[in-house]
C-alpha cells in the first residue's frame, strides 16, 4: 500500500501513513476555525512560539490517530514516555497502551465529581478503596503487557462476574477482555441486547464509548471490610448521549448498583496526622476518644504482637499504660499475666467500622467476653477524623468478585427507537477511551 498523500493542515505536518485508527486522515477544518476565533494569542510567522503551537499539534494528532510506530514522525518511540497524573488513578505508566497512549480521565472525572452522592474524608478507607477499585479497571481496560499492571498480582488473580467460574487474566483477553467480561450472559442469542461473543475488546471500546461521550463513572458508596478481604457497594452511571446498537440517544442517565470484593496479598494501616505515621507514644498523646478493644486467647496475632508474659506496661505511653490498669482492675506493679501463653494485640479492629456502630461493636464485644475468656486493653486512639487508613502500594489484588444486575444497564440503553446510526460503525470521538 503506498503512503497516503499529505493533506494541507496549516498547524499540522505529517498527515501522511500506512494505517489511520478511524480509517482516513482526520480532518481539523472545524476545529482550526474554532481555534481562530477563540485564542487568545497570534504569534508572529516563524517565532519560537508558533512553532512549539504547531509541534504540539502535530504531536496530538499523531498520538491520536496513527496506528503504526513507524508513522510517527514528532517522537523517539522507543524511547519516548509520557507522564499523565489522575487525583483518582495510580501507574498511569507503561510501556505499551491498548489504544496508542495513555487514557486521559478529565472528562469522566468531572462527570463524577458532578453525579457523585458521596465525598469521602482524604485518607479514609473508602478513599483508598475508591481510588484502588478507578486505578484497578484502568489498568485492566487500557494496559496491555501483564508487567505493567501494578494493582494485581498477575500470575495468581481470579475474576468472577455474578457467581461465574473466576477467570485468569488470560483466560478474560480471551472472551474480548472489559465490557464483554462484565456483560456475560445465559441468555438466548436472541434475546440479547448486546452479545459478548460477537464483540472483541477493541468493539466493545468502541459500542460504549459512542455511547457514554462523558464516561461511565463509578463511585464507592460503602466499605463494609477492610483488607485483606475488602468488601464494597459501588454505582456505576453515565449517560446515554450517543447511539447504542442501533437504538438512538435518549440523554438520560444510565446506571447500576452492585456489590464487589475484592482480597488483597496484603494491607497496611497508617495512623496520624497529615499523612504522619503514629507510633504508641504519639497516640498517647493525642488521645481523646476512649475505646475497649477485645483481645482473644485464640487469636492468630495478625494484627499485632505475641506477649506470652503479658504486657510490657513499662515500655507503653503512660496514658495506655494507666487506662489498662484501669479497665483491668490491676495496678501498674503488677506486670505479669496470671495466664501463660496469651496473645496480646494492639488492634485497630474497631477503626474498620463506621463511627456510628462503634459503640454497638463494643457491647457486643463486652458481651462476649462474659462468655468466654478474653482480656481487654483499654486505651486511647486519635479522634476519627486525624485516623488515615491506607492500602500499601505494595498490596496486590488477587481476586476479584463482582455482582450486579446486566439487565440495569442494558435496559437504560434500549429505550431509544431504532436508529439508522449503527454504533458499530460510528468512530469514537476519542481512541483514549473513557471509562471509569
Not at 490498669?325 to 495496678?331: P, Q, W
Not at 476519627?384 to 481476586?399: G, I
Request: glycine fraction near 8%.
Amino acid at each position: 500500500m503506498e503512503p497516503l498523500a499529505s493533506d494541507s493542515d496549516k498547524y499540522r505536518s505529517f498527515l501522511d501513513a500506512e494505517e489511520w485508527r478511524f480509517g482516513a486522515p482526520p480532518n481539523y477544518d472545524v476545529v482550526n476555525k474554532l481555534f481562530e476565533e477563540g485564542r487568545t494569542k497570534i504569534w508572529p510567522p516563524g517565532s519560537l512560539e508558533e512553532e512549539v503551537q504547531n509541534l504540539v499539534k502535530t504531536w496530538e494528532m499523531e498520538m491520536f490517530h496513527k496506528v503504526r510506530p513507524e508513522d510517527v514522525k514528532t517522537c523517539d518511540v522507543k524511547n519516548f514516555r509520557i507522564s499523565v497524573n489522575d487525583k483518582y488513578r495510580s501507574f498511569l505508566d507503561a510501556e505499551e497502551w491498548r489504544f496508542g497512549a495513555p487514557p486521559n480521565y478529565d472528562v469522566v472525572n468531572k462527570l463524577f465529581e458532578e453525579g457523585r452522592t458521596k465525598i469521602w474524608p482524604p485518607g479514609s478507607l473508602e478513599e483508598e478503596v475508591q481510588n484502588l477499585v478507578k486505578t484497578w479497571e484502568m489498568e485492566m481496560f487500557h494496559k496491555v503487557r501483564p508487567e505493567d499492571v501494578k494493582t494485581c498480582d498477575v500470575k495468581n488473580f481470579r475474576i468472577s462476574v455474578n457467581g461465574r467460574k473466576p477467570l485468569s487474566l488470560q483466560e478474560v483477553a480471551k472472551i474480548g477482555g472489559g465490557y464483554n467480561n462484565f456483560l456475560q450472559t445465559s441468555l438466548p442469542e436472541k434475546l440479547r441486547c448486546y452479545d459478548p461473543a460477537e464483540e472483541t475488546n477493541d468493539s466493545s471500546q468502541k459500542i460504549f464509548t459512542t455511547t457514554f461521550l462523558r464516561g461511565f463513572a463509578v463511585e464507592i458508596l460503602q466499605v463494609y471490610s477492610g483488607p485483606p478481604v475488602i468488601v464494597y457497594k459501588f454505582r456505576h452511571w453515565g449517560f446515554m448521549e450517543g447511539p447504542f446498537k442501533g437504538h438512538a440517544p435518549t440523554g438520560e442517565k444510565a446506571e447500576f448498583i452492585g456489590m464487589a470484593i475484592f482480597e488483597v496479598s496484603q494491607s497496611l494501616f497508617v495512623f496520624g496526622r497529615s499523612g504522619a505515621t503514629a507510633d504508641l507514644a504519639s497516640l498517647g498523646r493525642e488521645a481523646e476518644t476512649a475505646m475497649v478493644l477485645p483481645v482473644s486467647l485464640e487469636s492468630t496475632g495478625r494484627m499485632g504482637g505475641r506477649c506470652n508474659n503479658g504486657p510490657n506496661l513499662a515500655a507503653m505511653p503512660q496514658k495506655i499504660a494507666a487506662s489498662w490498669c484501669d479497665a483491668t482492675g490491676r495496678k501498674s506493679s503488677g506486670l505479669v499475666a496470671e495466664e501463660e501463653g496469651t496473645l496480646w494485640i494492639f488492634s485497630a479492629l474497631l477503626m474498620l467500622l463506621p463511627v456510628d456502630d462503634r459503640a454497638h461493636a463494643l457491647m457486643m464485644a463486652v458481651e462476649a467476653a462474659s462468655r468466654r475468656r478474653y482480656i481487654y486493653i483499654y486505651t486511647k486512639l486519635i479522634p476519627s477524623d486525624h485516623v488515615l487508613m491506607q492500602l500499601n502500594h505494595e498490596s496486590k489484588v488477587v481476586k476479584v468478585e463482582f455482582f450486579y444486575d446486566r439487565g440495569e444497564l442494558l435496559a437504560g440503553l434500549i429505550k431509544g427507537g431504532s436508529s439508522e446510526d449503527s454504533t458499530s460503525e460510528m468512530p469514537s470521538g476519542c481512541p483514549f477511551s473513557k471509562t471509569t
